[in-house]
């Protein structure tokens, strides 16, 4: 299939939906990718698949699982004097304790919305007398775009451009859930953007260590429908494997010349997950090498408020597939996309903002 068209095709969704139902057991899977979750409410599949298959969303919404305490740490370098802190529209809103990046910006910090760290650095180099911080989120996707953004800041011997990394990666993730075994998942449906970057063999852990089918689909109807079919085929066969549906984005290997430029500039390094804790070697930390370019050394001295979670809202364990927004006593009551009191409701791929938006009340 070569257009677009033909994966919204609907003869085709209803056999591929068709076959779907012809398997008799019921299954439960996980979409780790925000995109999913959205697309799975947007095109209605949730609704058209048999009550017996349940699909859960996952940590796949970089904003979602960026931790309390770095939200706070980002509202700290913002107010540093003289310095424009620059990041996504979506991190804007996420509260914490001490408010929200546009709270800072109405008190009369400059917090600007950029599209690409490459924005981030055009600014920094209109602005030489200002200090410049990118607060840099997102998976594998997202990584290589910071990377290269510090490579040519070090080659343009750009000084006043900083990045806070708060990158992370995908497959740990999937691990640490599978590890805290609340959620009984028998397949994950792997992030399709994610993929294009790392290819299919940091899932291959999945099947091997825990028996778990992964398929790596794209975001149409037909793309999703179809992974979910051919995880279902997987199970019945009693086989387990790491297969890409998306295949006209994904390859194997992925992107070799992408990650050489994200190793190039990160490496390894802790996380704290919003809903999963700490996790090592999760992150994507910038390498000595470039700490001229790495905001965090300025957090060292600097008093940062202490973070604190709303202990009503239930965005753990939504990011841990464990309870559905339905279940939070604030969703729809108290908190909403215009009054988030949760980052999955501030993000357009968190899934509380997802269900406020399609699930039918
Ligand atoms: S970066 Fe892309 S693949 Fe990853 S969660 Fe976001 S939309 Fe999905
Ligand atoms: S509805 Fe709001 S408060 Fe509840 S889990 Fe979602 S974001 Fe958190």
Redesign the pocket.
Request: with cysteine; net charge negative; proline share 10%.
């Given at each position: 299939m070569k257009f677009i068209e033909e994966f919204r095709d609907k003869e085709l969704c209803q056999r591929v939906l068709a076959k779907i139902k012809s398997y008799g057991f019921p299954a439960i899977f996980m979409e780790?990718?925000?995109?999913?979750t959205v697309s799975l409410f947007r095109f209605g599949i949730r609704q058209m698949l048999p009550p017996t298959i349940k699909v859960i969303s996952g940590p796949?919404?970089?904003v979602c699982v960026t931790s309390q305490q770095d939200i706070e740490n980002a509202l700290a370098l913002a107010s540093l004097p003289n310095t424009i802190l620059l990041t996504f529209g979506d991190m804007m809103k996420v509260p914490a304790k001490s408010g929200s990046l546009e709270r800072k910006r109405a008190e009369g910090a400059d917090v600007r919305v950029v599209y690409s760290p490459l924005d981030a650095l055009k600014i920094a180099k209109n602005n030489p007398d200002k200090l410049c911080i990118f607060l840099a989120v997102?998976?594998?996707?997202?990584a290589p775009a910071t990377a290269s953004s510090i490579l040519r800041a070090r080659d343009e011997n750009l000084r006043n451009f900083k990045v806070f990394s708060l990158h992370k990666l995908?497959p740990p993730a999937m691990r640490a859930i599978l590890e805290m075994g609340e959620s009984k998942i028998q397949g994950f449906i792997c992030?399709?953007?994610?993929?294009t970057i790392i290819g299919a063999k940091p899932y291959r852990f999945i099947p091997e260590e825990y028996g778990i089918p992964c398929v790596i689909a794209g975001?149409e109807p037909l793309d999703i429908l179809q992974a979910i079919y051919m995880l279902m085929d997987m199970l019945d066969k009693g086989t387990s494997d790491v297969k890409i549906q998306y295949k006209r984005a994904v390859r194997e290997e992925g992107n070799p010349l992408a990650l050489e430029i994200m190793w190039k500039v990160f490496e390894e390094g802790d996380a704290v997950w919003r809903g999963l804790g700490y996790l090592p070697s999760t992150a994507l930390k910038i390498r000595e090498e470039f700490s001229d370019y790495d905001a965090m050394y300025l957090l060292k001295d600097m008093p940062v408020t202490e973070a604190e979670e709303n202990p009503l809202c239930r965005c753990g364990e939504v990011i841990r597939g464990v309870a559905e927004p339905t279940e939070c006593p604030l969703f729809k009551r108290v908190c909403n996309p215009s009054q988030p009191i949760g980052p999955c409701m501030v993000s357009s791929?968190g899934t509380c903002s997802a269900y406020y938006k399609y699930a039918p009340s």
């Open positions: 780790v990718c925000g995109t999913h796949g919404c970089p997102g998976f594998e996707t997202t995908i992030p399709g953007h994610v993929s975001f791929e």
